[in-house]
Structures are given as C-alpha cells and as structure tokens.
C-alpha cells in the first residue's frame, strides 16, 4: 500500500462522515418541506383563494419539491456508504439544481412581492364584494377576520359596498365580542361601527410580508446557499475516492 494512499484514508473517512450528516439534514429538511406542502394543501386550501386570481401551485410544488429531496436524500447516504464516483457525482448535480431553484424562488419572491400585495388587494376585494358566506372564498374571509381580528378591506366600510350587506349585514367574523353583536346591529352602519374590530385585513396582512420579508428572504438563501456545502462535500469525495483507486492500479 503506497503513503500517498494511506494518507487519503482518513481523508476519505471524515469526508464521508461529514456527507452522511449533510444528507441527514438534508433529508430532514425534504420531509419537513413534504409536510408543509401536504398541510397547506389539506388545511389552507381556501385560504390560497384569497392570495391568487386562479389556482395555486405552490402546495403542489412543495409536496413535489419534499418528495423528491427525501429520495435524493436516501440517494445520498446510499452513495456515499457505496462511495462510488459516478452516485455522488449525480448528487452534486441534484443538490446543483436545488440550489438554482431555490435561489431562483427566493430572488423572485422578494423582487414580486408587491405584486404579491396587489394580488391579494384585488381578490381580497373581490371576495368581500361577492360574499355569500358559504363557498370557500367567504369561508376563508371569515377565518382571516376571526384570526387577524380584522375586519374587511382597508376598514369594516369595506362590507358596505358588498352584495351580501342589505341582506346580511356585516358578516360576524368581524365582531369583537360575539356576545354583543347582534344580527340587527350588524345591519346598521352605525351600530355596527362599535361592535367590529376597526383595522383592515388588508393592512394587517402586507404589514406581516412587509415586516418578515427579512427574514423569509434570509432563510431562504441560506437553505439554498447551504446546498452548496452538499455539493462541495460530494465532489471532494468523489475526487478523493477516484485518486485512491488510481493509486490502487
């Protein structure tokens, strides 16, 4: 056995560990991400109403996006306990697209996120408008005003306007206490004006993207920045490994 081939020895080992930890957390994350994917799709399905005209990919593209980082995962901890060359090569490129994708993902979501806030100024809008209190949309207007403690669009005027008003009132997701807020206070303008919560959901809603834009942005660049440490790991192996067998011939 040649030194040169004894001094990658350990080389290899630590490289090998440290790889097999990265595709734990790696892993990991893919199942953490396959759960939200399942749970935004399941749980807040109506909700995804009220950010987009149309319907939303984006549980669907998380769900794909988890799937396919826990195989890849198991990809990986496979490849580096097989430690063959051409496994871990196939990995660095996965873990090279993941990055691109996410980086991608992140820049577009900062540059467009006031279109984002449009987006939802104007579907907002238009389910408040048409509000009928029993499809999904109104459904998901009665859950963000119970949960935000808002009331409408920009204020509780905003229910005014809709189709639901003359009827209906104002709906009484927006009362401050369900207690005291009878169904003929909230026919009354008046009445109701002491009775609901006074802030918009509209505010309350940009002020949070406005507010944790930071933060989103941060995590998701280091997430993706952190596939860049996988993929260093995988190609030094996989050089360090191809130099022991050379040694080997």
Same mark, same amino acid.
């Given at each position: 056995?040649?030194?040169?081939?004894?001094?990658?020895?350990?080389?290899?080992?630590c490289l090998k560990a440290l790889l097999l930890?990265?595709?734990?957390?790696?892993?990991?994350?893919?199942?953490? %991400?396959? /759960? =939200?994917? $399942?749970?935004?799709? &399941? !749980?807040?399905?109506?909700?995804?109403?009220?950010?987009?005209?149309?319907?939303?990919?984006?549980?669907?593209?998380?769900t794909a996006t988890g799937g396919a980082i826990?195989?890849?995962?198991?990809?990986?901890?496979?490849?580096?306990?097989?430690?063959?060359?051409?496994?871990?090569? %196939?990995? /660095? =490129?996965? $873990?090279?697209?993941? &990055? !691109?994708?996410?980086?991608?993902?992140?820049?577009?979501?900062?540059?467009?996120?006031?279109?984002?806030?449009?987006?939802?100024?104007?579907?907002?809008?238009?389910?408040?408008?048409?509000?009928?209190?029993?499809?999904?949309?109104?459904?998901?207007?009665?859950?963000?005003?119970?949960?935000?403690?808002?009331?409408?669009?920009?204020n509780y005027t905003s229910w005014l306007s809709?189709?639901?008003?003359?009827?209906?009132?104002?709906?009484?997701?927006?009362?401050?206490?369900?207690?005291?807020?009878?169904?003929?206070?909230?026919?009354?303008?008046?009445?109701?004006?002491?009775?609901?919560?006074?802030?918009?959901?509209?505010?309350?809603?940009?002020?949070?993207?406005?507010?944790?834009?930071?933060?989103?942005?941060?995590?998701?660049?280091?997430?993706?920045?952190?596939?860049?440490?996988?993929?260093?790991?995988?190609?030094?192996?996989?050089?360090?490994?191809?130099?022991?067998?050379?040694?080997?011939?």
């Amino acid at each position: 056995m040649s030194p040169r081939r004894m001094e990658t020895k350990p080389v290899i080992f630590c490289l090998k560990a440290l790889l097999l930890l990265y595709c734990l957390v790696f892993w990991v994350s893919g199942v953490v %991400l396959l /759960a =939200v994917g $399942l749970w935004w799709s &399941f !749980m807040l399905g109506p909700y995804t109403s009220l950010m987009s005209s149309g319907p939303s990919n984006a549980p669907y593209v998380l769900t794909a996006t988890g799937g396919a980082i826990v195989l890849f995962g198991l990809f990986g901890c496979f490849a580096t306990c097989r430690g063959r060359c051409w496994m871990l090569r %196939l990995y /660095a =490129v996965f $873990l090279s697209l993941v &990055f !691109m994708t996410e980086l991608i993902a992140g820049i577009s979501g900062f540059i467009f996120r006031h279109e984002i806030k449009g987006t939802f100024l104007t579907t907002y809008s238009e389910a408040v408008l048409r509000y009928d209190g029993r499809d999904d949309r109104s459904l998901a207007v009665d859950g963000v005003q119970r949960r935000l403690l808002c009331c409408g669009v920009h204020n509780y005027t905003s229910w005014l306007s809709s189709l639901y008003f003359p009827a209906g009132g104002i709906p009484a997701s927006c009362c401050v206490s369900f207690s005291d807020c009878s169904a003929a206070d909230l026919k009354n303008a008046t009445l109701a004006a002491r009775k609901v919560h006074q802030q918009g959901c509209y505010e309350l809603v940009t002020s949070f993207i406005e507010g944790n834009m930071g933060i989103i942005a941060g995590v998701t660049f280091s997430v993706s920045f952190s596939q860049l440490i996988g993929t260093s790991l995988a190609c030094c192996l996989s050089r360090f490994i191809s130099a022991n067998q050379y040694e080997m011939v």
